[in-house]
């Protein structure tokens, strides 16, 4: 079946570094993937979407790749600060159709000082 | 402000008794998702709408109904059906285009007692 793996451990970094997150997906190639950021007891927030005949986009401190042929996209956050710490949720439309939005379980991230 | 409105943020239901959440957009959207969300897990989509008067099942529609009668509002309700219906629940509008970002509400937080 299809889905999206992200990784399910918590990733902590110092403040400073660069944070790197995983989303994986199988067996469907979807036209552009999305990644939000999510704090506890709210709803996510969309922050960089990414088309298939993109390989890399950015935004700020953030950047995505995506490469379509092992099925992965990396999100990076440079000079991450404390005030990064959230959970990344990677999204794709598994379907082709545009709208029916899959997302993965999410990783969270922890930027300590 | 435009935006997307969920209520109430809290929500305490007894057993056996159905109960709805509302969700009300002013962005002008075509397309609104429901998801649930539970402890430390991802998105799971229950139900989702490209228009008015048309929704289609999510992966986890078992135990819920929704109606879009006006584009602005997508309410959900959670039947006694569902046998398991404490969750983090998320409304979410977009264009209807695959595309496109999709912006959240705050989130209701439903439990059963």
């Known amino acids: 079946s299809q889905k999206i793996e992200q990784n399910s451990e918590a990733l902590n970094i110092q403040e400073g570094k660069t944070a790197t997150l995983t989303c994986n997906y199988t067996n469907y190639s979807p036209a552009y993937l999305q990644w939000y950021r999510q704090d506890p007891g709210r709803g996510p927030v969309f922050l960089l979407l990414i088309r298939e005949n993109e390989k890399e986009k950015r935004k700020e401190r953030l950047k995505v790749t995506f490469d379509t042929t092992l099925k992965q996209s990396l999100f990076h956050i440079t000079a991450s600060q404390p005030a990064d710490s959230a959970t990344y949720l990677c999204?794709?439309?598994?379907?082709?159709?545009?709208?029916?939005?899959?997302f993965g379980t999410g990783t969270q991230l922890k930027v300590e000082l | 402000d435009g935006g997307i409105t969920q209520s109430p943020k809290y929500l305490f239901r007894k057993e056996g008794q159905n109960v709805t959440l509302s969700c009300e957009q002013n962005?002008?959207?075509?397309?609104m998702y429901w998801y649930r969300q539970d402890p430390g897990q991802g998105l799971r989509l229950i139900y989702y709408s490209q228009i008015v008067n048309d929704f289609q099942k999510g992966d986890i529609a078992e135990g819920y109904s929704v109606s879009r009668e006006k584009k602005e509002s997508f309410p959900l309700t959670v039947t006694s059906a569902q046998k398991n219906p404490t969750a983090f629940y998320l409304c979410a509008s977009s264009v209807n285009r695959g595309n496109t970002e999709a912006f959240f509400g705050q989130g209701t937080r439903l439990t059963v007692v």
């Open positions: 999204a794709l439309d598994l379907t082709g159709g545009g709208n029916k939005l899959t």
């Open positions: 962005l002008n959207h075509d397309a």
